[in-house]
């Protein structure tokens, strides 16, 4: 009997002890297998960015291999990568990218039960893209949508140089520098200012624009009352603003922006994103707290200097009027075997220019500071010596005669009469 319990308590721990075996290997074993995909959980445990020419280069390190999911977004241009049966390390949250092509990229956990991850790539246009897996590395390049041919001329005006040994937070006229707080008023012809770095601001005929850099230099605040302005130019990670009498427009970089603005004296301000633009801008009252977002390839007015008077404009230009080009008018000959098909001059003269005619006109402030001009030598000027180098000429001086027939006196008489008897 006391055999048959010993062996029943031996039996008991031996299969308490194969339970709590099997209990053991299927928890070591269930963090490894995903019931849903029959494969193994895999680890986000590094992603790198690396800019390209055109672009970015995206590298996904993982514990396991990956099989993504990538559509693109177009509003907002974006690039979303959906990874089913993955998780995401301790430190992979987000990413820094220094790019034109690329905001930034953030990182999430989609779903725990089963497990996903999602990875947002922000993007500043529409872009192509292309992967490869290796492994446990997942590549992915996304390349720039290729230029539309219509933008080519205000990318060339974008990629204008600067005068050389101009800051980059400064302008230039004509290759003068622009001092901080002037204007520029343009008179029949549009007045380019350029910016040291890199592209320009066109001032419309007619119109009064000034020009302040921020204190870093890295910004610019532009400001006209009435007129059009157009700026085309590239922005990194900073922001312009373009104050109007009623509107403050504000150009957030990264971006490529190519904008016509026009105010007028009832309050109508025209924004219109020109060809080659690839960024929006924020359009803020003065006087209120409402904003706008104009898009890329919008075209809007609003009026009497409210948001909420808005309108979508297809037709007109906000910007500068196309400049005028004198054309010759040729006449057609035949080399003289014929008479010629029209009579007078081969080519028309042009019209006489208006020396009173005004281009542009700048208009810088004056400031005059206390440091800068040397000061007096008041000093040096006390420790001199008090001597004279040179002898003073003696003064000449004649004793005239007595004019004749004045009144002589008695003492007078006296002197006369010895002087005559000495003489």
């Not at 343009?186 to 007619?206: F, H, I």
């Not at 302040?212 to 157009?230: H, Q, V, Y």
Request: aromatic fraction near 4%.
């Amino acid at each position: 009997m006391r055999w048959f319990l010993e062996s029943r308590v031996r039996f008991a721990g031996f299969t308490l002890l194969i339970s709590l075996w099997c209990s053991a290997t299927s928890q070591a074993q269930s963090p490894q297998t995903s019931a849903a995909n029959g494969g193994p959980l895999a680890t986000v445990t590094a992603i790198h960015s690396q800019p390209e020419k055109n672009g970015l280069a995206l590298e996904i390190v993982s514990t396991h291999p990956l099989a993504p999911t990538i559509n693109k977004q177009a509003n907002p241009p974006s690039l979303v990568i959906d990874l089913p049966n993955t998780q995401l390390g301790k430190n992979a949250k987000r990413v820094d990218v220094h790019t034109g092509a690329v905001q930034g990229i953030r990182l999430s956990q989609l779903h725990q039960s089963p497990p996903a991850a999602r990875i947002v790539v922000n993007l500043v246009k529409p872009a192509n893209y292309s992967s490869e897996a290796a492994g446990n590395l997942l590549l992915i390049w996304i390349e720039s949508a290729k230029t539309n041919p219509a933008s080519l001329a205000t990318q060339a005006l974008r990629s204008e140089s600067a005068p050389v040994n101009l800051p980059s937070g400064a302008a230039a006229l004509d290759g003068n520098r622009i001092e901080s707080g002037s204007s520029v008023t343009a008179g029949s012809d549009a007045a380019v200012v350029q910016l040291g770095r890199g592209g320009q601001v066109r001032v419309c005929p007619g119109t009064t624009l000034s020009v302040t850099p921020s204190k870093t230099g890295r910004s610019l605040m532009l400001g006209m009352n009435t007129g059009a302005m157009e700026a085309h130019y590239t922005l990194g990670p900073v922001a312009d603003s373009i104050m109007t009498p009623d509107f403050r427009i504000q150009l957030v970089g990264p971006g490529e922006f190519d904008y016509a603005i026009n105010a007028d004296s009832k309050g109508n301000t025209c924004v219109q994103a020109l060809p080659g633009n690839t960024a929006s801008v924020i359009v803020s009252e003065l006087m209120g707290d409402g904003t706008y977002q104009v898009k890329p390839d919008d075209h809007v007015v609003f009026h009497s200097g409210q948001l909420k008077n808005v309108a979508l404009m297809g037709n007109g230009s906000c910007g500068c009027p196309p400049s005028p080009r004198p054309v010759m008018l040729a006449s057609s000959s035949n080399g003289g075997t014929n008479p010629p098909t029209s009579t007078g001059s081969e080519t028309t003269a042009l019209p006489p220019s208006n020396p009173k005619e005004m281009h542009y006109q700048v208009d810088a402030p004056f400031v005059f500071r206390g440091d800068d001009p040397t000061p007096p030598p008041i000093v040096a000027v006390g420790i001199l010596p008090l001597r004279s180098t040179t002898q003073a000429e003696p003064v000449a001086s004649t004793v005239l005669p007595p004019a004749r027939g004045e009144h002589r006196g008695f003492f007078s008489k006296i002197r006369g009469f010895f002087a005559a008897i000495f003489r």
